[in-house]
């Protein structure tokens, strides 16, 4: 067996919450909103092209297996247009930590999303501008 890509990642939030994160995804990385096959309980799927990149499930409060907090620690995207990415964030007023990569000739931006995911974008070949 072989990984071939990742396929998707899952965000669970409360129904509140969900509008926000769609909104948030949608407005950072361009993401749209695309077919979602007939699942139990509330959700979207938000598209980079063909691919549902995002899946998001409202929690099920009345589902005792059901995290009441997401458990995933960071997803990652390899994106292009930092400067781009560094405007949206900083007119909507969102803090972030950048990094170097010297060796990879990458640049990390680290932010959180509305449910406090902690989200990393990777920009290969491409710099800080001063």
Not at 73 to 90: Q, T, W
Request: charged share 25%.
């Amino acid at each position: 067996m072989d990984v071939l890509r990742l396929d998707h990642y899952n965000i669970i939030a409360s129904e509140e919450e969900l509008e926000k994160v769609k909104a948030f995804y949608k407005a950072l990385f361009n993401l749209t909103e695309g077919f979602r096959p007939r699942l139990p309980g509330e959700g979207a799927w938000l598209y980079a092209g063909e691919q549902a990149v995002l899946h998001l499930s409202v929690v099920d409060a009345s589902n005792p297996d059901t995290p009441s907090n997401p458990s995933l620690a960071h997803v990652a995207f390899h994106c292009r247009g930092l400067s781009s990415l560094k405007e949206k964030l900083d007119t909507r007023g969102l803090s972030y930590q950048s990094f170097t990569i010297e060796d990879l000739d990458m640049v990390q931006i680290f932010f959180k999303d509305p449910v406090g995911i902690l989200v990393e974008a990777n920009f290969i070949g491409e710099q800080i501008e001063p």
